[in-house]
């Protein structure tokens, strides 16, 4: 006679809970379970096999990756507007953590070396507009952080100005209040040489919109990855990219959009244009729609204009649907050239090739430029968009 046992189950740890030395073994179901500490030391060394990581040159990242940096507070100028203020606080405020924690080494490594944190802060219904700008960041390697904290319905327009020399890996934190508005414009126009790793995580609040607008056109390397958790009934978000690489440039964008409560929307627009020979961009778009999110409204798209030979757009968009009650979910990407029939017709009224081909480009970005919304960026940025083209002559 045999006496029957209980089966038992093999439980595998949730991903915080496995060791440090298994933790990248650990299977992902969905982009939502990916592992996340505030410890460089918990991540495992990046070899460029990762998923995250396989587009990336890796190699000319590695001492923001992985070595060690500099978490001082840093010069910036911000100009004034009633109702937004800005202060360092310490590593202990409350505040830091709000909208996420990192996913990867780099951006871990910046999370642990950073000394204090630059807070913005933004109160008042009416609208307004300030600009930080930062041009004085040195050639050193060094960590930053910054958090944006949106009061309940207020409303802001916030211009993130990157020029001159860098060496940067970073976090941006944006906590959106109950029914405020927030655009935020994060431009680079880093030097040519040039290297900025930077992860926007954003914790969007019931009723609450966020328009996030990314525009690179300087910099070596440039990857900014922004990460929005729509995690309040009714709210929205908006994520636009505009980008440039010239000849041995790389600029990178993972985006990643998790719809976690109801009757939540959003819209992720990424176009880009590369000229010269080793110019690369990568954009990867992952849009996650959990089982809470029903009503769910959302599409993301990225189109790429390939100017000239020897140049390469990676694009890869990903779509995750956890509930069956959704009023609509999409993706598209595509990567091409100059259409001829729209040279054919520019030039059938006279226009010449070369400038025909300027006019479809600065058309072409233009879509994304005019969302910032503020008249004098957006004719400066339109300028530099033509003076990349200026600099390299096109060819078909």
Known sequence: MTSASTPTKTISPEPDAAPKHMRSAVPVQTRSDRFHSTEVADFPAVTGREPGWKYTPVARLAELISGELDGSPYAYDLTTAS?????????????????????????????????????????????????????????????????????????????????????????????????SQLTIVSVQEWDDDALHVATHFAEIGRDA????????????????????????????????GAYFADAGQHLEQQVYVFHDAASTRSRVT??????????????IGDVLIGPKAVGTDTYEQNRNLVLTDGARADSVPNLEIETGDIVGAGHASATGRFDDEQLFYLQSRGITEDEARRLVVRGFLSEIVQQIGSPELQERLQAAIEAELEAVAVTS
Do not use: C, M
């Open 83 to 179: 109702g937004v203020t800005a202060e360092w606080v310490g590593r202990d405020d409350t505040r830091i953590g709000s909208a996420g924690k990192p996913e990867e080494r780099a951006s871990a490594n910046a999370w642990t070396s950073f000394e204090q944190a630059l807070v913005v802060s933004v109160t008042g219904e009416e609208a307004k507009e300030v600009t930080l700008t930062r041009t004085s960041l040195g050639d050193g390697p060094r960590a930053a952080h910054t958090v944006v904290e949106t009061a309940p319905f207020s409303r802001a327009t916030l211009i993130l100005q990157n020029s001159g020399q860098a060496r940067l890996t970073e976090n941006v934190e944006l906590v959106l209040g109950e029914g």
């Open 209 to 240: 919109r966020l328009k996030h607008i990314v525009v690179t056109l300087g910099g070596g390397v440039v990857r900014l990855n922004p990460a929005a958790h729509l995690a309040g009934t009714g709210g929205e978000a908006e994520l636009f």
């Open 270 to 283: 990424y176009k880009g244009a590369l000229q010269g020979a080793g110019a690369r961009t990568v954009w």
